[in-house]
């Protein structure tokens, strides 16, 4: 009975952790290798029946379970590591505030100021820093004659890519094909080049990576029968265009 006593007493060398719905399992001197923060303060001067616990038995924290994996990361190696182009700085920095960790604090806090002056002289740079790229493809599907019926997609045939050329290679590299607009200069535009693939969420993958966010897009259709009969099935053409911007 002393034994269990004892044990109760003391926290395991894993812990597992359960922040605001996301499960972390990560050892007891991570947890504890800020003095004074919150953590230290929770896994050193209490006990674990004082610390709340989901119906599994892991510490709960009610906070934003996301953002912890990067709490816990600096409590690893004392860096700041966020990925790039990283939206949720100050969301962030309210988390390290709640968790007492004022040097993290003080980081973020320097990175936001330098991530804005940086991002608006992004959006004035002239040359290949910036600009417009228009993703475009044509596609086909059919309908029957009950329009309650799903409708027959075909693939997409092509995904042309219109932009400046030194941009388009940029983003989209050894998967853009030239051909029907080679040896162009870089400081030229095109909008003769299509992609080498026929998915669409690879271009915005790519251009995603590259810092661009879609600003603007826009589609159009015709409709036409196979046939002079009314009875056989429509066959619709559209054609879309996607604008992306840094």
Known sequence: MALTDSQSLTFPE???LNVGGQVYVTRLETLTAV????LWTKFTQSSPAALPKDSKGRFFFDRDGFLFR???DYLRDSELSLPEFFKERRRLQKEADFFQ?????RRLAAVSKDSSYTEDRTLRSPGATS???????RGSYTIGRDIQA?????RVA???VCSKISLAKEVFGETLNESRDPDRPPDKYTSRYYLKYNFLEQAFDRLAEAGFHMVACN???TCSYGSNDPGEDKLWTSYTEYIFSR
């Open 14 to 16: 894993i812990v597992e």
């Open 35 to 38: 003095p004074n923060s919150l």
């Open 70 to 72: 990067y709490i816990l």
């Open 101 to 105: 960790l004022p040097e993290l604090s």
């Open 131 to 137: 600009g417009y790229i228009t993703i475009g493809y």
């Open 150 to 154: 799903d409708a027959k997609f075909r």
């Open 158 to 160: 092509r995904i042309t």
């Open 219 to 221: 589609s159009t259709g």
